[in-house]
């Protein structure tokens, strides 16, 4: 049986993994590393916790303890959040287990942040693997005994992963996608671009829906039956069913992909598709909703926003404005580094320290 410890175990992808453990799984959490945030949601991931077995602590120190740990999950946010998390538990690991580790990372990060974790990981004599997940909170609920339960991209160290796939499958659906430690957030990152997309075309079909037979109006019964039957056809996409038809059927525009993760997701997307050589057609439509994420942001600074969110601002009536904010903020520049700097400059400030979109070795050992 593993002995795991966890960080970002509270969060809505993680927490779950309190209730899918039981006793005869093949791993069991001894610590999860509690910041004391209040909310209800974390309340009851924090009884599911405790019921499974494992201490709430509330420093990386804690959570390591005597070392007498496998490894350590860490499922919490992007390239900047991540970075000093993952040092600090490396340098934790390597002092106190005596048998080697292992960190197995489930945030969604770029491609050049697991290279050069695990360049960092590797020096300091721990295993590194990066497994980001899709499906969202409610695929991270079902688990790996539904067929809708969330997926897990693996890749890197095969043995590692032969060792930890007993387990992943009691959290969810795994693939392993090779050796390559990168190929996991290649492979999340290629799904963005099918879900950014989607949201895209989704959102733009509502707004056309909204001018040519609402009045301009968004939502509503008839709209809803509308897509509901429309999106049946060729041009069908999925973020239809997950995304938009909450805002359209019940004016939900906050619950789903919250705006805040999905901004900075776009933005690794559009640097993978130009770090592999893909023209500017398949890049821009990655800088264009980095752009109308940004400054769906800005104009509702205090509320919680979903990606499916931008329709509301591509109907006429406000398309005049968001086509000032992505001129003024550059998005149509004439190379896709200036819009990539145009577009985190363009990000609320707290956003734009998540992003930290080129990552080398030096910054884990900062």
């Not at 200036?338 to 884990?364: E, H, K, M, R, Y």
């Amino acid at each position: 049986m593993l002995r795991l410890a966890y960080v970002g175990g509270l969060g809505l992808m993680a927490g779950p993994a309190g209730t899918h453990l039981k006793p005869d799984s093949p791993a069991r959490v001894l610590r999860v590393h509690d910041r004391g945030t209040p909310g209800t949601q974390k309340d009851a991931f924090r009884t599911a916790w405790k019921a499974h077995g494992a201490e709430l602590v509330s420093t990386f120190d804690a959570t390591i303890g005597d070392g007498k740990l496998d490894g350590v999950v860490v499922c919490c946010g992007k390239n900047g959040d991540d970075v000093g998390i993952i040092a600090e538990l490396a340098r934790l690991l390597q002092a106190r287990c005596e048998a080697p580790s292992f960190i197995m990372h489930m945030s969604t990060v770029s491609a050049g942040f697991t290279n050069a974790a695990l360049q960092f990981c590797h020096s300091l004599g721990v295993g590194y693997v990066n497994y980001p997940l899709t499906g969202g909170p409610l695929g991270a609920q079902l688990g790996g005994g539904h067929p809708n339960g969330m997926l897990i991209l693996a890749s890197g160290d095969q043995g590692l992963y032969e060792r930890l796939e007993p387990t992943l499958k009691v959290l969810g659906r795994p693939k392993y996608f090779g050796a390559s430690v990168s190929a996991g957030a290649e492979t999340k990152l290629i799904g963005q671009h099918l879900v950014f997309n989607g949201c895209t075309g989704i959102c733009s079909g509502a707004a056309l829906y909204a001018e040519c037979f609402a009045d301009g109006a968004m939502g509503g019964p008839q709209q809803a039956e509308y897509f509901d039957f429309l999106n049946g056809g060729a041009g069908g996409t999925r973020q239809w069913d997950v995304a938009l038809s909450k805002g359209v059927k019940d004016d939900d525009w906050g619950s789903g992909f919250n705006i805040r993760h999905a901004v900075v997701d776009a933005i690794y997307a559009a640097k993978l598709a130009q770090e592999r050589g893909l023209p500017r057609f398949s890049i821009q439509p990655m800088l264009n909703i980095t752009l109308a994420f940004t400054f769906v942001l800005r104009k509702y600074p205090q509320v919680s926003v979903a990606t499916h969110a931008i329709a509301r601002e591509l109907v006429a009536s406000a398309a005049g404005e968001l086509d000032a904010f992505m001129s003024e903020h550059g998005v149509y520049g004439p190379t896709v580094d200036t819009c990539l700097t145009n577009g985190i400059a363009a990000l609320p400030s707290d956003v734009q320290q998540t992003v930290l979109l080129n990552v080398g070795t030096a910054d884990f050992a900062a």
